[in-house]
């Protein structure tokens, strides 16, 4: 059971360079999720989806794009790598979203380990 | 616009202590927080969730309570261990769309 799997975990990119950093996961999640996370400023939301063919705008999500074809794979591209998008990335999923306000286990996110992104 | 801040932002104790760590959001009108861990160059794992309605939830040695008057949640850590040193980041849902807004955490040293 591997749950959710980011690749790859340590990546230096130019300024300019595109890429893409890949989540994947195995459990029929239907939500998934990418966060940032800098230094003293805790995860900011990037783009989220609640199923394929379906994704959003979170907090942050100027410079990157994101598709949902699978339920399982949620990659996050960056079209124009910039220095500002230096960071630790974090993919995340969780079962259908259970009823706001309960305690359903629908509402606990699975991470994978984080990519570490350098941008020169 | 909801805020959510943990203070401190670095906690040193000896082993065996009892502590608690503090986390307040400013937009009172949430439906859950959510306590989680995170252990270095690793991702974040789910410790506890309280919905709005309730007052704590326990798991083992943690206790996390929630007042949403006064916009306030605290992790309490039992007889603590060096296995317990991380950091501990709380997170709150405040509207439809399940986004979770994170505060950037407190680290935490239990020294043997």
């Avoid at chain 2, 989680?36 to 798991?59: A, C, H, M, V, Y």
Wanted: hydrophobic share 35%; aromatic share 8%.
């Amino acid at each position: 059971n591997a749950g959710v799997t980011q690749t790859p975990k340590f990546q230096v990119l130019k300024t300019g360079q595109s890429m893409t950093l890949q989540c994947a996961q195995d459990m029929n999640h239907e939500y998934m999720s990418w966060y940032r996370q800098d230094p003293g400023m805790g995860l900011r939301l990037i783009h989220y989806s609640v199923g394929a063919g379906i994704t959003d705008q979170g907090e942050v999500p100027n410079g990157y794009n994101v598709s949902r074809s699978t339920t399982e794979d949620f990659p996050l591209r960056l079209l124009s790598a910039a220095p500002s998008q230096t960071s630790v990335y974090f993919c995340a999923s969780s079962p259908r979203q259970g009823a706001l306000g309960t305690n359903s286990g629908a509402n606990v996110l699975t991470f994978g380990a984080g990519s570490r992104l350098t941008v020169l | 616009k909801q805020e959510v801040t943990q203070i401190p932002a670095a906690l040193s104790v000896p082993e065996g202590e009892n502590l608690v760590l503090n986390c307040s959001f400013t937009d009172s009108a949430i439906y859950n927080l959510q306590w989680f861990r995170q252990d270095p160059g690793k991702g974040l794992t789910s410790l506890l969730l309280i919905q709005s309605s309730q007052r704590e939830q326990t798991s083992g040695r943690l206790n996390a309570s929630l007042d949403k008057s006064s916009g306030r949640s605290t992790l309490y850590i039992a007889a603590s261990q060096p296995g317990d040193s991380a950091t501990y980041l709380c997170a709150v849902i405040t509207d439809s769309s399940y986004k979770l807004i994170f505060g950037s955490g407190t680290r935490l040293l239990v020294r043997p």
